[in-house]
Structure formats: C-alpha cells, structure tokens
C-alpha cells in the first residue's frame, strides 16, 4: 500500500467523521443516516469529479476498502462520540488536512485527462468540497461552503499554486508539498484572523 | 416482453405514483411539477446507479416504454386521486415489493460489472432508495429514509442475503425470490411493530 | 467561431447572471458563493443533459472559454448590480432566449445519440431547466418550476415542435427557428395573462 493510498483513506476517514457529526448534530437522523451521510460525504467529491470527467470505474467503485475504512470510522465516531465533539480543534485540523490532500490529488487526476488547467483547478477544488456540499444539501441547509470564512477558495487557490509549480516543471512531490502548505496555510490565518471573502452585494 | 420486465415497469409506475402523491402533499406543485417529481422518483435511483457504475445506455434513455408508463401512472393518479389517498395500505405493498424488486435486480445489474459485494449491496439499495432521496430534496424536505421506520437498512439486508445466495451458487431465481421475501419481511415487521433503527447519539 | 457557439455562449453569459442573482437575493453570500452558484446554473443543465447521455467529454470540461464567460458575467453583474436589479424586463428577455436556444441544442444533441424523440424531448427540457433546478436546491428553495407561469412546459412544447419539423425533413434553420420562436411565443404569452398549468390535485 502506498504512502498515496494511506493519505487518500486517511481523507476518507476524516471526511466520514465530519459527515456522521453534521448529520447528527443537524436532524437527530437513526444510525443507517448518519452512515449513509458519512458516507456520501466522503466519496461525494470525488464522485462528482470523476462523473463529470468520465473518469471509469470511480475510486470507491473499484476499492472497497474504502467503505470498510467508512464503517470503522462511523463506528469509531460513536463510541468517541461525547468527546469528539469536545475536541473542535482536532476536526479543525483533519478537515485542512483533508481538504488539502483532496484538492491536490483531485487537480493531479484531472490533469491527467489532458484539461485546460482552468478545469483541472475547479476539479480539484470539487473533490475537496462537493461531499459537503451533498451532505448540507441532504440535511436541508444552505451548503456551509456559502457562509464559512475563506474555505473553497483557500482550495482553489491551492490548485492554481499546484498548477504554477506543476507548469514550470518541478519535481511532483515539490509540487504537492507546496500547495497542500498553501491550503493549510490559507485556512489556518482565515480562521485565525476570522478571514471572509466580501460580500457580493453591498447594497446601498 | 420478459417477466422481469413487466417487474420493473410495475416497480416503475408505483414509484411514479408514490413521488406524485407526495409532491402534491408538499408544496401544491403544478400538473408539471408533479409529472416531474414522479418522473425523478421513479427513473432516479436506477440512473444514479448506472452513472455511478458508468453504465451506458440508462435504461429509460434506452427504452422509450418507461416514459409512457410513468405518464399514464401520473395520469391514472390524477383520475383516482381522492381514492388514492384513502388506500394507504396498498401504498405500503406497492412501495414494499417497489424496493425489493428494484434493491436485487441493482444487485445483480452491480454484480455484473465485477465488482466487489460489499459495492453491488450498496448499488442495490441506492437503486431503490435514490429516487425518494432526489424527490425529498427537490421538494425541501430532509429525506424520509433517514427517519423512517427500516427502510433503506430492509434493501441492504435483502440485498446482502442474495449476495451469499448467490455466492453458495444457488440456483438465479432462487436468489431473487428468497431475498426478495426477506425484504418484504422485515418491512411489514419494522411497520407492524414500529421498529426503528437506534438513534445514533444517546446524548447524556 | 460559429455563430452557433456564440449563441451558446450567450446562452450560459445569461444563465451565470440569473443565477447571480437569485444567489444573492436569498442567502447573501459572498463573492465565491455567487460565482459557484451562476457556474453551476450555468453549467448545470447541459452538464446533466451529458452525463444522462453517457456524452463524454462535458462541453465546459473540453472548452474552458466557458469559464472565463461566466467570470466575466459575474463581475459585469457586480459592477451593474444596482441597475440590474432594476430593469426586470431585460432579464425576462436573456432568461427567455437562453431557455429557449438551450432547449433546442439539447434536443438536436439527444438525436444525435439516435434516442427516442420522447427522451430527446426531455434531455433538451432538461438542459434548459436542470441549471435552476440545482441552483434553487442549493438555495435551499423548492425549485421554482414547479411554481412559475408556464416555463419547463414552453421548453417541451418547442422540443416537441423541432421534432415534428425534423421528422417531416425540414433543414435545420427552419427547424431551429420555428421552434425557437414557438418557445418565445408560449413564455411571452403565459407571462402577459399569468396563465399557469392547472393545479394537480383540486381537493374536494
């Protein structure tokens, strides 16, 4: 198993956690919700990348151990479940780690398909955020991705950093490196500073 | 015609009936609206599954017959629609033997793709419960499977006792009616008795 | 560049600022919020349309001009907003040409996958009205064609019309602008009388 593979389940986990705690917190849902939420949360980005890019068979579809890496971390988020919640700052950080690793890989992906590296930015950044955005959807909220401070954007100018290095030709891991630190970087000041993006309309 | 296709037009047109009467429920859509919403509910769950197991042609774009029972199920809806609503116990059978049918033949339409069981389960209860799931969001609900009584849980047991059926090589149609009786089982158990899943946090 | 591109660049320039728009309107989101909601009422119906169809690459995935387009019309909506929001019919217009020209390319795109008339019909529907559907579940609104004057309907009637002509053997321009027109005509019409499609159930 490689260093890659550990790094994309380690994503998979975290984004499965973030998924059960949001669903829980939002609807009171059983046990097969906040399953079915973790899960769609977690393998949603990267479905939508891979569907729209045609990219077939998609990762989960052809690995099943992601699933099983899905249900240990369900299980586990419930019997931790009274002091997760407790702990925000580690969530803080698996879910920065996550998005970082998701945008990067997805971005990589899609350039393999020979993109315009416009699209191979907006790939990347889906990957990091449409799981969240399904699991807001399915739990009747307006996608956090609208309101939160500076989070889309931190991936999306992650990619554009991945791709810049990418273009002047250095080394993948240089590549990978340097943009997943911008990412975490961008998220940790924005939320440190509490960091927003204007808003579009300032009405008069 | 095929017996297995009669089958999946009847699971078709219940489907159809069951998103039209809720969509009329809801929000008080128009003729459209409610053709639209039975449309989704019922073609939903199939075509998710097939882009998700990248499988071209989507039967309804294949096969014209689908679009006309869905229409006709809308406008016989329409006719006996005060008769209709009375009826909730044949609601309940059409829905029970709906998933069931839909849950083990997404099985085995998964299966044939070669992938692992732990996915073909999982692609047979999205084809029976991802046209509900659509028709909840589209109508700004949060979706019903996440609170009912066992609901999409029954498919995924029916679906994984076909799997080991199937893997002890059983005979096909043994397969399919014998997981196919335990889905509807459970159904009437879970409803008769009012059965739910645990809640997934018993907050202290 | 074809005058048909063009038109279709028109088409997704309107499509991003409507969606603007409404982003704007309901939830006040920021800069990014607005972008990503008029991407994907812009992209959304056509992205659908392909993904239904098995049409790999998706237009905007394979021409990036698309991206720039919409990022420009989202920055023209921010520096003309106070005017835009005031002139009401000049949406009407855009909104008007925009459904009806996606419309027709979505129907002419299903026959060339030698589908059903009945299924070209709804995948050239479905291009003109998936955008906005997605755009108001995002928004977290029930989608507002089930609501309007007669609009998703004015869409099939014209597909429908194109597919009468195109049957008969008419050249494509004729065929094209009939039906263009017919779905002007229709949406000009039902606005001016408020007509509506009949509620579906008129309880007793």
């Known amino acids: 198993m490689s260093l890659q593979h550990i790094l994309e389940l380690c994503g998979i986990a975290f984004f499965a956690v973030s998924g059960a705690l949001v669903a829980n917190q939002k609807s009171k849902p059983d046990w097969f919700g906040v399953t079915f939420i973790g899960f769609i949360t977690s393998i949603g980005g990267g479905s939508i ?9 998609l990762s989960w579809v052809k690995d099943p ?38 945008t990067i890989l997805g971005t990589e992906k899609a350039l393999n398909f020979h993109v315009d ?27 956090v991705i609208f309101r939160k401070e500076i989070y889309a954007t931190a991936c999306l100018i992650g990619a554009i950093v991945y791709l810049i290095l990418n273009a002047l030709n250095c080394e993948r891991y240089t590549c990978l490196i340097a943009s997943t630190l911008i990412i975490i970087a961008i ?7 509490q960091l927003s993006l204007p808003q579009f309309n300032r009405e008069k």
Do not use: E, W
Request: net charge positive.
């Open 65 to 102: 151990t992601i699933i099983y890496v899905i249900i240990a971390s369900i299980v586990i988020t419930s019997l931790f479940f009274n002091k997760l919640i407790r702990f925000k700052k580690i969530f803080f950080i698996f879910d920065t780690l996550g998005i970082a690793m998701f």
């Open 187 to 193: 998220r940790v000041v924005a939320v440190k500073y």
């Open 49 to 57: 990348r891979d569907m729209l890019l045609g990219s077939y068979p």
């Open 117 to 143: 590296p416009a699209i191979a930015a907006i790939m990347g950044m889906f990957s990091a955020i449409m799981g969240g955005v399904i699991r807001d959807v399915l739990t009747n909220q307006v996608p």
